[in-house]
């Protein structure tokens, strides 16, 4: 199940066993979508245990303090984007992403200087490590749009939460901008190589049919086709 935590931002509340995972928390102000959310799968807010963050942008930590104090939920974050998650900003500058749409959305929603309501982080992720949470995350450290960003390999689901590695906006594109093109192209063949059946992006709408097929055409087989507009997917 996923909850629209704003346009264009989602996160992913997962169900299993008597634990809930949250997987990103969307901008500030709006955890109310994730305790709105909740009851909907017959849960109450003290079983959201775990709240995994895929990279320490504005759009996926905004409202992680305000959920962590709520529910005291374990949280889980790649080293290199700890200390901004737990300052709470400012952010790492990004380059827009190559395409018109990068110039534009990057300028409109990422604001470098911006601040959010820090939040400790708990756990360190590392790559390659199998988080034994609901069933088992796989850690997977993705590069590029941020330096920090990792995807989520959800094993029981066979689902994938890409973060910002790329988006489904207008169709399978890029994020909005870059701290390194070069790490991001690099973390796209990676996610191109994987075997999954459904994939969610931090920004878009999921791909729950033929997906791993949808990345590899993408990204897999020519390096260079990363380098065009949005294709729909």
């Not at 264009?8 to 997987?23: G, N, P």
């Not at 979508?33 to 009851?39: K, N, S």
């Not at 080293?79 to 018109?100: K, N, V």
Request: with cysteine.
């Amino acid at each position: 199940m996923f909850a629209r935590l704003r346009l264009l931002a989602i996160a992913f509340l997962i169900e299993r066993d008597d634990d809930l995972t949250l997987v990103d928390a969307g901008y500030p102000a709006k955890e109310a979508a994730v305790f709105e959310a909740v009851p909907l799968l017959g849960r109450s807010p003290n079983q959201l245990k775990h709240l995994i963050f895929t990279h320490a942008h504005p759009d996926h930590i905004g409202s992680a303090a305000a959920i962590v104090r709520q529910t005291g939920a374990r949280a889980y974050m790649h080293p290199f984007d700890i200390p901004i998650a737990e300052s709470g900003g400012p952010f790492r500058s990004l380059t827009p992403a190559p395409g018109l749409l990068g110039r534009v959305m990057c300028k409109v929603f990422f604001h470098p200087n911006g601040r959010v309501d820090p939040v400790v982080i708990d756990q360190p992720l590392t790559n390659g490590e199998i988080l034994p949470i609901a069933g088992g995350f796989e850690v997977i450290h993705t590069a590029g749009h941020c330096a920090g960003q990792v995807a989520l390999l959800w094993r029981p689901g066979r689902m994938l939460c890409a973060g910002d590695v790329c988006i489904n906006v207008m169709g399978l594109g890029d994020a909005f901008g870059f701290e390194s093109l070069e790490e991001g192209r690099a973390s796209q063949r990676k996610l191109a190589i994987l075997s999954f059946e459904a994939v969610g992006f931090g920004h878009g709408a999921p791909i729950a049919r033929d997906v791993s097929r949808h990345l590899r055409n993408k990204y897999g087989k020519n390096p260079e086709a990363v380098h065009q507009e949005p294709s729909a997917a």
